[in-house]
């Protein structure tokens, strides 16, 4: 009977001692805050852009480490989420429009929130996450939308007070889609403006990324006691680009550091491919701008961008009064690069370096602070997340963690990072390599035109190297290793 007692409380003991470790373990689990910002390129001042109003990304990026020399793997909201999520290149997911859900191709692939999920995580996303698919297989423990209408209707507002005032230089248009719509239903057609940007007289509560940022620090407040994984995409940059006015008289336009297009002298597109120069429908709808005009959009894309940072800042003010900014893995991305004004174009969906850089932040327990220029990818973000909660990655993932070079950052990052795109006219399928010192890209294996630039000389982009008879053994390599990568994907 003793033995049997002692059998019974050294069995108790032991499972008592196993449930306090398990939970012990559980506490100390690595949390994930994801951030994801829409349409936002390399325009912080912690890349260098001397217009910038960034100090909350800017001080994030000071904790952890910064990439220099991030990119997209296609420069289009689907495609590139579809591609960070899951962990796959393009050709993987079979995802080239907005339409498209990777499930059609990938019908059993785990994606990011679900992996951390399944792990036993408390997850959620709220704002811009996925941009199709919700991703329903999985159900998550916080899942919130963002109204993407909103800031159109704050967009039509400001227009019309401009007006009111006497600023007729944008008059509203009508396309047949709304025409169409109206006509059906009886209503008055929506506005649609050439210039898609405008100054608010609205207070930051109104806008959508003030709302997705207080839907996010109310999901801290219910994730703190417990292990987390939480994804949060705002909305601005991307068009409308509207913004409360303080926003606005942050950026003085007069000093705005404007690309080559729009200097003295211009840039001559002759040697540029019909397929890479995309016609502009985001910021400018019916007619190209005036010097004038591209300095104000570039203005108001980096006021939204300066607006988002304050509501980034919030959600980070919360993490850290939480005290959970010492156990929590942060990443801070754009889903893909923007031009802005760049060869003339004002818009995504281009292989050039302003269309496919982003920028790529992390901070994490026991990262040092520090600055990596090694070449790395957006794929590259499941498997680094993954490694940091030590969960097994999935086969399908074909990124490579980060988590040497946030060790080392001085340590050498890829031979070489790929962009993807179609082209919104031509309808060709155009690949990007970008090594070291050379962009590389061909539109429909070359038929509809290459193109190649020497960073090293050119940083812009500006002079095409394709046709120079000695350049002629560095394309068939790049264009070797471009080949064996499609292949292998």
């Given at each position: 009977?003793?033995?049997?007692?002692?059998?019974?409380?050294?069995?108790?003991?032991?499972?008592?001692?196993?449930?306090?470790?398990?939970?012990?373990?559980?506490?100390?689990?690595?949390?994930?805050?994801?951030?994801?910002?829409?349409?936002?390129?390399?325009?912080?001042?912690?890349?260098?852009?001397?217009?910038?109003?960034?100090?909350?990304?800017?001080?994030?990026?000071?904790?952890?480490?910064?990439?220099?020399?991030?990119?997209?793997?296609?420069?289009?909201?689907?495609?590139?989420?579809?591609?960070?999520?899951?962990?796959?290149?393009?050709?993987?997911?079979?995802?080239?429009?907005?339409?498209?859900?990777?499930?059609?191709?990938?019908?059993?692939?785990?994606?990011?929130?679900?992996?951390?999920?399944?792990?036993?995580?408390?997850?959620?996303?709220?704002?811009?996450?996925?941009?199709?698919?919700?991703?329903?297989?999985?159900?998550?423990?916080?899942?919130?939308?963002?109204?993407?209408?909103?800031?159109?209707?704050?967009?039509?507002?400001?227009?019309?007070?401009?007006?009111?005032?006497?600023?007729?230089?944008?008059?509203?248009?009508?396309?047949?889609?709304?025409?169409?719509?109206?006509?059906?239903?009886?209503?008055e057609a929506d506005k649609s403006y050439n210039r898609c940007y405008a100054a608010s007289?609205?207070?930051?509560?109104?806008?959508?990324?003030?709302?997705?940022?207080?839907?996010?620090?109310?999901?801290?407040?219910?994730?703190?006691?417990?292990?987390?994984?939480?994804?949060?995409?705002?909305?601005?940059?991307?068009?409308?680009?509207?913004?409360?006015?303080?926003?606005?008289?942050?950026?003085?336009?007069?000093?705005?550091?404007?690309?080559?297009?729009?200097?003295?002298?211009?840039?001559?597109?002759?040697?540029?491919?019909?397929?890479?120069?995309?016609?502009?429908?985001?910021?400018?709808?019916?007619?190209?701008?005036?010097?004038?005009?591209?300095?104000?959009?570039?203005?108001?894309?980096?006021?939204?961008?300066?607006?988002?940072?304050?509501?980034?800042?919030?959600?980070?003010?919360?993490?850290?009064?939480?005290?959970?900014?010492?156990?929590?893995?942060?990443?801070?991305?754009?889903?893909?690069?923007?031009?802005?004004?760049?060869?003339?174009?004002?818009?995504?969906?281009?292989?050039?370096?302003?269309?496919?850089?982003?920028?790529?932040?992390?901070?994490?327990?026991?990262?040092?602070?520090?600055?990596?220029?090694?070449?790395?990818?957006?794929?590259?973000?499941?498997?680094?997340?993954?490694?940091?909660?030590?969960?097994?990655?999935?086969?399908?993932v074909q990124g490579r963690t980060l988590q040497p070079l946030l060790t080392a950052p001085?340590?050498?990052?890829?031979?070489?990072?790929?962009?993807?795109?179609?082209?919104?006219?031509?309808?060709?399928?155009?690949?990007?390599?970008?090594?070291?010192?050379?962009?590389?890209?061909?539109?429909?294996?070359?038929?509809?035109?290459?193109?190649?630039?020497?960073?090293?000389?050119?940083?812009?982009?500006?002079?095409?190297?394709?046709d120079q008879p000695s350049q002629a053994e560095r394309i068939n390599d790049l264009r070797?290793?471009?080949?064996?990568?499609?292949?292998?994907?």
């Open positions: 009977m003793i033995l049997k007692n002692t059998a019974l409380l050294a069995f108790t003991l032991f499972f008592v001692c196993t449930i306090a470790v398990f939970a012990d373990e559980k506490i100390s689990r690595t949390n994930v805050l994801f951030i994801i910002v829409d349409d936002l390129t390399t325009t912080l001042s912690c890349y260098g852009d001397r217009d910038a109003q960034t100090p909350h990304m800017d001080a994030l990026a000071a904790r952890g480490v910064r990439f220099d020399r991030a990119y997209t793997q296609f420069s289009l909201c689907n495609p590139t989420r579809a591609a960070f999520l899951t962990g796959c290149y393009p050709e993987r997911t079979h995802v080239y429009d907005l339409t498209t859900s990777f499930r059609k191709a990938l019908p059993e692939a785990v994606t990011l929130p679900q992996l951390f999920k399944n792990a036993g995580y408390t997850a959620g996303r709220i704002g811009k996450v996925f941009h199709v698919s919700d991703d329903a297989w999985t159900k998550l423990d916080v899942q919130i939308g963002a109204p993407l209408t909103k800031d159109q209707a704050i967009l039509e507002e400001a227009k019309l007070a401009q007006a009111s005032e006497g600023d007729l230089s944008d008059p509203p248009h009508e396309t047949n889609k709304t025409r169409k719509k109206s006509a059906k239903n009886g209503e007289k609205r207070p930051a509560s109104d806008f959508t990324d003030y709302q997705i940022a207080d839907e996010a620090i109310t999901a801290l407040e219910s994730f703190k006691n417990k292990p987390f994984f939480l994804a949060v995409g705002f909305i601005r940059p991307h068009t409308p680009s509207v913004a409360p006015q303080a926003f606005f008289d942050l950026i003085d336009p007069v000093k705005i550091a404007m690309p080559a297009f729009y200097q003295s002298g211009g840039e001559n597109p002759a040697a540029i491919p019909k397929a890479a120069l995309r016609p502009n429908n985001n910021i400018f709808r019916y007619q190209a701008p005036s010097v004038s005009e591209a300095r104000e959009a570039r203005r108001a894309y980096l006021a939204t961008t300066a607006f988002v940072d304050s509501q980034i800042g919030r959600l980070l003010a919360k993490l850290a009064e939480l005290k959970l900014d010492t156990n929590t893995v942060v990443v801070l991305t754009g889903d893909h690069g923007y031009q802005l004004g760049e060869h003339g174009l004002w818009a995504k969906q281009t292989l050039f370096e302003e269309g496919t850089h982003v920028p790529l932040i992390v901070v994490a327990p026991g990262v040092k602070p520090g600055v990596c220029t090694g070449l790395v990818e957006q794929v590259d973000i499941y498997p680094t997340l993954a490694g940091f909660a030590g969960l097994l990655i999935p086969k399908q001085s340590a050498q990052g890829k031979t070489a990072v790929f962009s993807t795109m179609v082209s919104t006219h031509t309808k060709l399928i155009g690949h990007s390599i970008r090594t070291e010192r050379y962009r590389y890209i061909e539109w429909d294996e070359g038929r509809g035109g290459r193109q190649l630039y020497d960073h090293a000389s050119d940083p812009h982009e500006l002079n095409n190297l394709v070797n290793q471009l080949v064996k990568h499609l292949s292998e994907v």
